[in-house]
């Protein structure tokens, strides 16, 4: 949805029911939570990756070599885990790191082609800072949550091998093995359905392996080419593999109207419910 600001969309939201709502970007305004404040009352919210939106657009990058793209990175999330806390949900997600500063026109786009970081190096410092910003959020209560990224084969092309972090189960389990224990996996299950198909992997694999890490999922589906973010439906891949008990299940449906999503809420409901 992309209204005329975050509190109409969540006000659009809210009048068809759905009451728990990711917040996860939109425009800056310097009265953004007094807007939902007006609007949100008896509303969820959980803050993912690029919210609030910043004064100053940015690419969040925690991955990064460039010094200055990893400190803008690392506070603007010290502002989410402020705004989860003040929200009442003491939870924040966001993607795991690229190996390249992608321009803000390219993200969810094809990245062109430039020297990537070294892999190594870049795993290494998106670790420490991801076990920095742990610390931190532990103080305040919050858990975080690390999403899978997700390499679509025209970006595989590009590079000649893989740009992102966290992008199959190996370095997934490296990453989770290596942070703090408030620190979990957001699994986005069409990321992972479209890296496995270009980086030849079986998904189910990635679940398994990365199963005691497993926090909250993102639900949307694909062709396996692109993450297209299109509805689920009862016969989507990922349903008997779910877990059940977990807090944070979100759709990541785009295109659609509140009318639309709150139909495909009822739909992931009586799914997790049935299984």
Not at 171 to 180: L, V
Not at 198 to 220: A, K, M, Q, V
Not at 234 to 258: I, M, N
Request: aromatic content about 8%.
């Amino acid at each position: 949805m992309h209204g005329a600001s975050v509190a109409a969309d969540v006000a659009a939201l809210l009048g068809q029911g759905i009451r728990h709502v990711e917040l996860s970007g939109g425009r800056y305004t310097p009265t953004l939570r007094e807007e939902l404040g007006q609007v949100g009352a008896g509303a969820v919210f959980q803050i993912h990756n690029y919210f609030p939106p910043p004064r100053e657009p940015l690419v969040l990058n925690l991955g990064s070599l460039d010094q200055a793209v990893a400190g803008a990175s690392l506070e603007h999330m010290r502002e989410a885990i402020r705004w989860a806390v003040a929200l009442g949900r003491p939870v924040y997600s966001f993607h795991a790191g690229f190996l390249v500063d992608p321009k803000l026109a390219e993200l969810g786009r094809k990245i062109a082609a430039r020297p990537l970081f070294d892999r190594g190096e870049s795993l290494r410092r998106f670790v420490d800072r991801v076990g920095t910003l742990a610390l931190e959020a532990e103080r305040e209560g919050v858990s975080l949550l690390v999403e899978n990224n997700v390499v679509a084969p025209a970006n595989f092309a590009e590079f000649g091998r893989d740009p992102l972090l966290l992008t199959g189960p190996d370095e997934a389990a490296y990453i989770m093995e290596n942070t703090p224990d408030n620190v979990g996996l957001l699994v986005d299950v069409a990321h992972l359905k479209v890296s496995a198909q270009t980086l030849d992997f079986d998904p189910l694999n990635f679940l398994e392996r990365c199963d005691r890490w497993i926090r909250g999922y993102h639900l949307s589906d694909n062709d396996g080419s692109c993450d297209s973010n299109d509805p689920v439906a009862a016969d989507s891949w990922f349903w008997p593999h779910l877990k059940r008990d977990l807090e944070s299940y979100t759709l990541e449906v785009y295109r659609r109207s509140p009318a639309e999503l709150a139909a495909q809420q009822r739909l992931v409901q009586g799914m997790l419910a049935d299984g």
